[in-house]
């Protein structure tokens, strides 16, 4: 059979390594601990990413951006009706829409967003899209500069939407495209794999988990797309926080260097025996664990404010819809959901065939 490669985000010795310096250029308090931390981040959203800290050291200053604002993200609470999809792992979508630039009359470039939200409704049979740009500095400069990074968060969204709004808005033209079944199973299998993630890892609510499988699998049915954008600036010239910015159509978020300290140590066990018992220690979490994990972080980072409105945030409402208002959103001449072929996901099918009976109310 001949040799065998293995490339694994796992084994974490020679990473902790490369990233102790990342930290330290940002005048992050490094020990093992906290190293271990940005890696448990990085994993929870893709095993790729974890990787970037072997990459140029432009790349590593992305992924500790990325692992940063998942722990920030998670502070809020996002994560429990929303699946969070990383875009840097999926540039294929951006390579494709590329070829096809004649369509759009303008360059497309391969600058993306770094995280997109899915929040799915599956009464209104409407999909929100929240585009969230992650930005690491420890010298913004003065308003000139703050004003020029702006500018460039502006760009990098943008194009993220436009290119999410290609493959998958079946709205984004008059006359949709002809491969619309395609794109619809394309959309379906990407947001089937990263739901399946949030629940692995105990992180989603299994009543918003079990309205995004219903949703997922009647999405032949039909459905809408909108789109908010957000961005997350990590500030680490200035300290604490203010009020959220709007421009470009874009809310702005302003993290200070304390307050980025204050994230990492939460997230870090203080002890091993606590470092056994973590709920965010990997796969298998049980939703009651992640949601315990969560208070003990945002009562040791009690001086990180926890928001009741921002575009990241989905809005709160019933999700114990009953079963007949759900079918009875979806057009008869397609399959329900009792009888739609379920997607191969192994971990999320016992989840899928007990939806109905859960989701009664």
């Not at 792992?89 to 497309?108: F, M, P, T, W």
């Not at 709920?279 to 049980?286: I, K, T, V």
């Amino acid at each position: 059979l001949g040799h065998r490669l293995v490339i694994t985000s796992r084994s974490i010795a020679e990473l902790q390594a490369m990233l102790r310096p990342v930290l330290a250029d940002y005048g992050i308090r490094v020990d093992g601990a906290h190293a271990l931390v940005i890696l448990d981040q990085l994993r929870s959203l893709s095993g790729r990413l974890a990787l970037k800290l072997i990459s140029a050291p432009n790349q590593r200053a992305e992924a500790l951006g990325l692992a940063l604002s998942r722990l920030y993200l998670e502070h809020q609470g996002v994560f429990a009706n929303q699946v969070v999809v990383p875009l840097d792992a999926h540039i294929d979508l951006y390579r494709a829409l590329r070829q096809q630039a004649d369509e759009l009359g303008d360059e497309v470039s391969f600058r993306r967003t770094d995280l997109a939200l899915f929040d799915l409704d599956a009464a209104r049979r409407l999909i929100t899209c929240r585009l969230v740009e992650v930005k690491c500095y420890t010298q913004v400069g003065g308003l000139g500069g703050y004003n020029q990074l702006k500018q460039a968060v502006a760009t990098q969204i943008s194009q993220s939407e436009q290119v999410i709004a290609w493959h998958f808005d079946p709205a984004r033209t008059e006359r949709d495209r002809a491969d619309r079944p395609m794109k619809v199973r394309d959309l379906a299998a990407l947001l089937d794999f990263y739901l399946d993630r949030s629940c692995r890892y105990g992180v989603i609510a299994p009543e918003a988990a079990e309205e995004a499988c219903f949703l997922l699998n009647t999405l032949d049915a039909g459905y809408q797309m909108r789109f908010t954008k957000s961005a997350l600036i990590f500030d680490f010239e200035k300290s604490g926080t203010e009020e959220a910015e709007h421009e470009f159509g874009i809310e702005f978020h302003r993290i200070g260097s304390d307050l980025i300290q204050q994230l990492i140590d939460a997230a870090t066990p203080e002890t091993e025996s606590e470092a056994s018992t973590s709920g965010e220690g990997g796969p298998g979490a049980s939703w009651s664990q992640a949601t315990e994990e969560l208070r003990r972080r945002r009562e040791r980072a009690s001086g990180i404010p926890t928001l009741r409105q921002a575009e990241f945030i989905g809005a709160e409402r019933d999700r114990t819809i009953p079963l007949d208002d759900l079918e009875s959103s979806v057009p008869t001449s397609t399959p329900t959901a009792l009888d739609y072929p379920k997607a191969n996901t192994p971990s999320m099918q016992e989840a899928r065939d007990n939806a109905p009976s859960v989701t009664v109310g």
